[in-house]
């Protein structure tokens, strides 16, 4: 892994906000929100997990969940006030967002999309997302997340 600054990296510190990079040893079979947490040592109520949705209005738009919730796309589709909504091919990550999957941040996309948080996140001293590549994560303040992707908090997993 390199130690080159991503685009969520130069974000957050272009925005002068407070951030730790926790970073980890990458291997291609546990890429997802548990093992990086298992990883960095870190409770998985803090490691979120950044998805990527395409609306029936042909639109992308952005969810970031606790690592072990599952989104519940009709919650979803209602909170961003369309009619459905469903996750993109994993093949197209890097063209819409301009990172890749297990890689993916809610900061630094190429295009800024409606984004949500999960409304849990909001009782959090801090949040984890990815920094922008496999083995590196960004923890800051969950409420400079929400200002620096323009999101709000709403309720989006299955209970």
């Given at each position: 892994?390199?130690?080159?600054?991503?685009?969520?990296?130069?974000?957050?510190?272009?925005?002068?906000?407070?951030?730790?990079?926790?970073?980890?040893?990458?291997?291609?079979?546990?890429?997802?929100?548990?093992?990086?947490?298992?990883?960095?040592?870190?409770?998985?109520?803090?490691?979120?997990?950044?998805?990527?949705?395409?609306?029936?209005?042909?639109?992308?738009?952005?969810?970031?969940?606790?690592?072990?919730?599952?989104?519940?796309?009709?919650?979803?589709?209602?909170?961003?006030?369309?009619?459905?909504?469903?996750?993109?091919?994993?093949?197209?990550?890097?063209?819409?967002?301009?990172?890749i999957r297990g890689g993916?941040?809610?900061?630094?996309?190429?295009?800024?999309?409606?984004?949500?948080?999960?409304?849990?996140?909001?009782?959090?001293?801090?949040?984890?997302?990815?920094?922008?590549?496999?083995?590196?994560q960004i923890k800051l303040?969950?409420?400079?997340?929400?200002?620096?992707?323009?999101?709000?908090?709403?309720?989006?997993?299955?209970?």
């Amino acid at each position: 892994m390199s130690d080159k600054k991503t685009n969520a990296v130069r974000a957050v510190e272009n925005l002068k906000i407070d951030y730790e990079i926790l970073k980890y040893e990458v291997d291609d079979e546990h890429i997802d929100a548990i093992s990086v947490a298992n990883l960095i040592g870190q409770d998985i109520k803090y490691v979120y997990k950044t998805l990527v949705l395409q609306g029936s209005d042909k639109n992308y738009y952005v969810c970031v969940i606790m690592g072990n919730d599952e989104l519940d796309l009709k919650k979803t589709a209602k909170a961003f006030g369309i009619k459905n909504i469903g996750m993109i091919p994993v093949s197209d990550i890097n063209k819409i967002t301009g990172y890749i999957r297990g890689g993916c941040s809610p900061i630094g996309m190429k295009k800024r999309f409606k984004t949500l948080i999960d409304v849990k996140a909001q009782r959090l001293e801090y949040i984890i997302v990815s920094a922008g590549q496999r083995g590196m994560q960004i923890k800051l303040d969950v409420n400079k997340l929400r200002e620096i992707v323009d999101a709000k908090f709403e309720d989006l997993v299955k209970n």
